[in-house]
């Protein structure tokens, strides 16, 4: 039999692929880049987690029985995607910046207290720390709008679905046609 088959919907396509997750965590993917379709020459490691849409209404009933329903239904897979060079290393660079931007948010944000302290007996210890946290502020939305350009510069979404009989697969969607080309060829689709 085959295992694509037990699927409910395989969700194959020329952007979007279905594979076992085993393959997805043990990098055993073909060798083309997934935003390119160029030969690849890294792995980017992502983890793609889905929850039953459900969940989401119990944070409105309870937070508690939000967190265990979340943390109780949540499938997820870790694995290297292949890309280019070029993406990798773009991919870095936004990734690096959020990071950075995070680090001055919380900078600025515990700078307010000493300031403050500091300042305590000035007249212009409000506007200090007004400025000091609108800083954090800035940076937080600089850090949100990197992050969102890491993922679009890689374009590739995933998600993790189970089949009835709890085999797990890895869906990812926006992948260039020869990934996909090239890994139904190695599934022997």
Same mark, same amino acid.
Request: hydrophobic share 50%; with cysteine.
């Given at each position: 039999m085959n295992p694509a088959s037990?699927?409910?919907?395989p969700g194959w396509g020329e952007d979007t692929v279905t594979i076992p997750a085993v393959y997805f965590e043990e990098g055993r993917l073909p060798g083309i880049c997934v935003v390119t379709g160029a030969? &690849? /020459? !890294?792995? $980017?490691?992502?983890?793609?987690s889905t929850t039953p849409g459900w969940v989401g209404c119990l944070f409105f009933v309870n937070w508690l029985a939000w967190l265990i329903a979340l943390a109780a239904t949540r499938r997820s897979a870790s694995g290297g995607l292949? +890309?280019? /060079?070029? +993406? &990798?290393e773009r991919v870095r660079r $936004?990734?690096?910046?959020?990071?950075? $931007?995070?680090g001055l948010a919380v %900078?600025?944000?515990?700078?307010? =207290?000493?300031? %403050?302290? !500091?300042? @305590? !007996?000035?007249p212009v210890v409000v506007p200090s720390c007004l400025a000091l946290a609108g800083v954090g502020l800035l940076a937080l939305v600089g850090a949100a709008v990197a992050s969102s350009r890491e993922a679009a510069t890689l374009g590739v979404r995933g998600r993790v679905v189970q089949?009835?009989? %709890?085999?797990?697969? +890895?869906?990812?969607?926006? =992948?260039?046609? @020869?990934?996909?080309?090239?890994? @139904?060829?190695?599934?022997?689709?």
């Open positions: 037990a699927l409910p919907n030969p &690849a /020459t !890294s792995n $980017l490691r992502r983890r793609f292949p +890309v280019c /060079t070029a +993406v &990798a $936004l990734h690096v910046a959020s990071l950075q $931007l995070v %900078g600025a944000w515990v700078a307010t =207290v000493p300031v %403050g302290i !500091s300042l @305590a !007996s000035l089949d009835g009989f %709890g085999q797990r697969w +890895v869906q990812l969607r926006g =992948v260039h046609p @020869a990934f996909s080309r090239a890994l @139904a060829i190695r599934l022997g689709r």
